[in-house]
């Protein structure tokens, strides 16, 4: 038989000594760690489903507003409506605005957004801000997160089943788990080898679908922006491209992409005459509408049920949201004009006015009632949406939510 090891006084102390240094590097990983820097509220209970309201309030008053800073449109996820600010992204009863759930972490954010019934929150770090973390928006737990290279600046917008992030040099588009489906533009380094880690060209402008993603670039050397047409691909940094020159049209006159619907981009065009035109997947221009006037800084759209609007500054363009095809505008009435783009509460038009709501007939454009209502001077657009009974309006940095 063997006989059995003993162990010594200096193999013991040796041991004592790696065991304490494992506890050391761990406490250390431990207080630098996104763990600790983050702290995570559940829902006592889940969110109930909201019910469609069945009439439009004959009458509104505000139910309760609260610091929303982070995100560009009201954001009503899985019955929750989800505010971010400074460092914390909470989830909020329609009716009341108490706080259902909230994450907070010890940096500033960069964004909210949403995709399916995930809330989610962007955060930098020294890549840009790539640091993304989503949170079941019914429960408040912790869903999918991911970290990417990104601009310091980014912008973001969803469709309900995917986001978009997008900067000046580049841009991302990521699905409902988080996953990235498709990238464009900078990289912190090549991915692949012979694959240029500086940007070409600067994003003056950016939106997309589930689909597809449309960018407007300034390239170095040329006088005139392009039109990028990006789909997704089997490799998610190689996407199918098509760069379609917009002749004439100059980096600083206000070109812009409207929105995205499928692979159909509406871009607003300057000159000759301001309008909008409407690019097919291949790059062809299939239709154009005039628009009134050149629109201002914050022109903003809105997706309102199977209907696109867009506040230009002045008017509300309306669009069906099958290739972007034109409806009508609603233009000032008298004392009200637009002061937002549109939402649609039970079959109903809404246009948030100078005095308060003008309803319309969805399908014509028909006028229907206007419904009163005070608001203190606001910069910028009023953005409109619907929770339930509730009407909620995105007021510059504060969401306000109004009810009968």
């Known amino acids: 038989m063997v006989k059995p090891e003993r162990r010594t006084?200096?193999?013991?102390?040796a041991a004592a000594a790696i065991a304490v240094a494992v506890a050391v590097v761990a406490a250390v990983i431990w207080w630098t760690s996104d763990a600790r820097a983050t702290e995570s509220r559940r829902a006592a209970s889940p969110v109930p489903t909201l019910e469609p309201a069945a009439a439009v309030p004959g009458a509104l008053k505000q139910l309760w507003s609260a610091p929303d800073s982070?995100?560009?449109e009201p954001l009503v996820v899985s019955g929750a409506v989800v505010t971010g600010d400074g460092r914390e992204m909470q989830g909020r009863d329609p009716v009341t605005g108490r706080s259902l759930w909230s994450y907070t972490r010890d940096l500033d954010l960069c964004g909210v957004t949403w995709v399916y019934n995930y809330a989610v929150a962007v955060y930098p770090d020294a890549r840009g801000c790539g640091q993304v973390s989503s949170v079941d928006a019914r429960t408040g737990t912790r869903g999918p997160s991911r970290t990417s290279y990104a601009d310091r600046h980014v912008t973001l917008s969803g469709d309900g089943t995917t986001v978009l992030s997008a900067g000046d040099t580049r841009l991302e588009m990521w699905r409902s788990d988080l996953v990235r489906m498709l990238s464009y533009?900078?990289?912190?380094?090549?991915?692949?080898?012979?694959?240029?880690?500086?940007?070409?060209?600067?994003?003056?402008?950016?939106?997309?679908?589930?689909a597809a993603v449309s960018v407007l670039e300034a390239c170095p050397g040329k006088a005139d922006l392009r039109l990028t047409l990006l789909r997704p691909a089997k490799e998610e940094d190689t996407p199918d491209v098509k760069y379609v020159p917009q002749k004439g049209l100059r980096d600083g006159t206000g070109a812009r992409i409207v929105g995205v619907s499928d692979t159909t981009t509406a871009v607003y065009v300057p000159t000759p005459k301001p309008r909008v035109d409407i690019v097919d997947e291949t790059g062809a221009t299939i239709d154009s509408t005039v628009v009134t006037g050149p629109p201002s800084a914050d022109a903003t759209m809105s997706r309102a049920g199977d209907l696109i609007t867009w506040w230009t500054g002045e008017d509300v363009m309306v669009f069906s949201a099958n290739n972007f095809q034109y409806k009508y505008t609603v233009a000032a009435s008298g004392p009200n004009a637009p002061v937002g783009p549109a939402t649609?509460?039970?079959?109903?038009?809404?246009v948030p006015v100078t005095g308060g709501y003008d309803l319309f007939d969805p399908n014509t454009g028909a006028p229907d009632r206007h419904i009163p209502l005070e608001r203190p001077p606001v910069r910028g657009p009023v953005v409109p949406a619907v929770a339930g009974s509730a009407v909620l309006e995105k007021r510059g940095d504060e969401l306000v939510a109004l009810g009968g």
């Open 9 to 13: 006084r200096a193999d013991m102390v």
């Open 344 to 350: 649609v509460m039970a079959g109903r038009l809404m």
């Open 70 to 72: 982070e995100a560009s």
């Open 185 to 210: 533009g900078a990289l912190d380094a090549p991915l692949n080898p012979g694959k240029s880690a500086s940007p070409l060209c600067r994003f003056v402008s950016a939106a997309a679908s589930s």
